[in-house]
């Protein structure tokens, strides 16, 4: 019996974009799944009502728009048709309501690696965490 590798990747978006797309992108080419838990942290949500002053719209609209720039977005970097949960808040071990049981690997990117939450996911989950490199903002 063999098993299908399912990747469970957690993504803040920022700018210069995150390295846990290329693991999620690379487990697809492999034939594999993908679950992500897109992280509105604190940071993310002041972008977004600064997005909304600046564009003098509604909180409302601006993170309904965010949010679908980011669903796209990531549903064209990785392929395939990864299944997208919205989690809000500070990344904690709770984050795992949205994986599923099938999960084989969790992939944090290194900018939200920190209060041992590599260590909490494993402990709880079982599964072998992968830190993802961050990727610097590219100049336009």
Avoid: C, N, W
Avoid at 54 to 68: F, H, K, P, Y
Avoid at 82 to 93: K, N
């Amino acid at each position: 019996m063999s098993t299908s590798e399912h990747l469970f990747t957690i993504i803040e978006p920022a700018p210069g974009g995150d390295s846990t797309l290329d693991i999620a992108r690379q487990t697809i080419a492999r034939g594999g799944s993908v679950t992500v838990a897109l992280v509105i942290t604190p940071r993310v949500e002041q972008d977004i009502q600064d997005f909304a002053a600046s564009e003098d719209i509604g909180s409302g609209q601006a993170e309904t728009l965010a949010l679908d720039q980011f669903l796209e977005r990531y549903r064209q970097a990785i392929g395939g048709d990864p299944s997208i949960a919205v989690h809000y808040g500070v990344l904690g071990s709770d984050v795992v309501k949205h994986m599923p049981p099938d999960t084989t690997a969790i992939a944090v990117p290194a900018t939200l690696a920190k209060d041992r939450i590599v260590e909490r996911l494993a402990a709880y989950t079982g599964r072998p965490v992968i830190v993802a490199p961050a990727r610097r903002a590219v100049a336009a």
